[in-house]
C-alpha cells in the first residue's frame, strides 16, 4: 500500500511564496519520476513541474523562473518552492509518484494568491 501526501498550501498574496511538500509512504522500493499538476476551478488540470530521479528538472512556461522542485530520496519527498505567486497559480495542487510502474496521486492542497 502507497500513500501520497501534499502539505504546505494556503492563502498567500501576489508576489508571495509557499512551499508545497509531498511524501510518499508505505511499500516503496524505488520512486521514479515525481512532480506537481494543478487544477484552477473550470480549468482541465496541468502540468507544474516534474522531476526525476536522477535529478533532471521539468517546468510549464508558465511557472519557469518562479517555482523549483526538488526532492530528497531519503525521504521520498518532493517539494516544490513556489515565488513571485500571481492570481492565476490559484489552484488545487496534486502531487503525483512514479512507483513500480504506477502513478500514485495526493489528494491536493490547495494554494490561494489573493490580496
Known amino acids: 500500500q502507497v500513500q501520497v501526501v501534499e502539505s504546505g498550501g494556503g492563502l498567500v498574496q501576489p508576489g508571495g511564496s509557499l512551499r508545497l511538500s509531498c511524501a510518499a509512504s508505505?511499500?516503496?522500493?524505488?520512486?521514479?519520476?515525481m512532480g506537481w499538476y494543478r487544477q484552477a476551478p473550470g480549468k482541465q488540470r496541468e502540468m507544474v513541474a516534474s522531476?526525476?530521479?536522477?535529478?533532471?528538472?521539468n517546468y510549464a512556461d508558465s511557472v519557469k523562473g518562479r517555482f523549483t522542485i526538488s526532492r530528497d530520496n531519503a525521504k521520498n519527498t518532493v517539494y516544490l518552492q513556489m515565488n513571485s505567486l500571481k492570481p492565476e497559480d490559484t489552484a488545487v495542487y496534486y502531487c503525483?509518484?512514479?512507483?513500480?510502474?504506477?502513478?500514485?496521486w495526493g489528494q491536493g492542497t490547495q494554494v490561494t494568491v489573493s490580496s
Open positions: 508505505g511499500s516503496i522500493f524505488s520512486i521514479n519520476a
Open positions: 522531476i526525476t530521479s536522477g535529478g533532471s528538472t
Open positions: 503525483h509518484a512514479g512507483i513500480g510502474g504506477l502513478v500514485y
